[in-house]
């Protein structure tokens, strides 16, 4: 069972609820703010660079123990329209410490000003970039949060069909895979969850698709044909208004065969891995992507 420390958490962002506004620019700034006192390791090293042709803003975040021939390529959650290398620091420092793993960041494009399908060209940019550098497709993983938990798929998807070659594995913490919002959780989890709402994911997909079709494979990558993509781990919270979204991308990689692990995580919230300073659960699912990693990468 749970302990007390998650329901601490949820207390403290019912108070003080950390991505709220009526327009994006607000709702940045919130995010920003709400991510910018969590501390960070001392020894974790952050190096920015510029990755691919075209030149995709990323940071490395590199832990005492990383292997240089093991690398995950990450993608930020924030609804496609805010959030960025900077917000997510302490998770990916922990996830490179806890993989033993050098961890790519990528800033990729935002929306509105950069709408679908930008942010698929861009992380698709950075995983090229690491293929350019000499490392075996079978070395690298991809994987992200919330929003970017669903673009981890696109992306998955936009090198398939490129036939490119595809990462050793993936995963996706809450992702949100579904821009049409179909799922029954979006209403029954709307009192459980503190942190997402069904309101706010719909202004985030209209800026992102600007008038594209949401059901779009690289928008909506649970309603797409996911043959062919690497071992993937699915994680999420059971008080997620996106607690269907992971269960229709789990369900349709299963169908079609591809190696899936799918884990609904107890009375969890959303992302509940950035709390991993706060909440033992968080440290706990991300040894579990660890865990995945050690069993999938070369």
């Known amino acids: 069972m749970p302990g007390p420390e998650i329901d601490a ?4 962002l019912r108070e ?19 991510t910018a006192a969590m501390p960070l390791p001392e020894d974790v090293r952050f190096e920015k660079i510029e990755a691919g042709r075209t030149a995709v803003p990323a940071e490395w975040a590199i832990a005492p123990n990383a ?7 990450y993608l930020h959650g924030g609804g496609y329209v805010m959030g960025g290398v900077e917000t997510h620091r302490g998770l990916v420092a922990d996830l490179s410490r806890a993989a033993s793993a050098r961890v790519l960041s990528v800033d990729y494009r935002l ?8 942010a698929v060209e861009d992380a698709a940019s950075a995983f090229i970039h690491l293929m350019d550098s000499g490392l075996a497709p079978g070395s690298v993983a991809i994987g992200g949060d919330s929003a970017g938990g669903g673009l981890t798929v696109a992306t998955l998807l936009h090198l398939r069909n490129e036939g490119a070659a595809l990462p050793g594995a993936a995963f996706c913490i809450s992702p949100w895979s579904d ?21 706010s994911l719909g202004m985030m997909a209209t ?28 994680q999420v919270g059971t008080r997620e208004v996106l607690l269907d979204d992971a269960r229709m991308l ?29 909440v033992p659960e968080g440290h706990a699912a991300i040894e579990r992507i660890a865990d995945h990693l050690e069993q999938h990468l070369q």
Request: aromatic share 6%.
């Open 9 to 12: 958490v949820i207390t403290m």
């Open 16 to 34: 003080s609820p950390p991505f709220v506004g009526d327009d994006i620019e607000t709702m940045r700034a919130g995010m920003r703010e709400a």
């Open 67 to 73: 292997r240089e021939d093991r690398v995950v390529l």
């Open 179 to 199: 821009l049409t919002l179909s799922g029954d959780s979006m209403q029954s989890k709307a009192q459980e969850d503190p942190m997402v709402q069904a309101e």
């Open 207 to 234: 800026a992102y698709l600007a008038g594209a079709d949401a059901a779009t494979q690289t928008a909506s990558p649970a309603l797409a044909d996911l043959t062919g993509l690497p071992p993937l781990l699915v």
């Open 250 to 278: 789990a369900k349709a990689a299963e169908s079609v065969g591809v190696n899936v692990t799918y884990e609904e995580w107890e009375d969890m919230i959303h992302v509940w891995h950035a709390f991993a300073a706060l």
């Open 111 to 118: 929306a509105p000003e950069n709408p679908h399908p930008a």
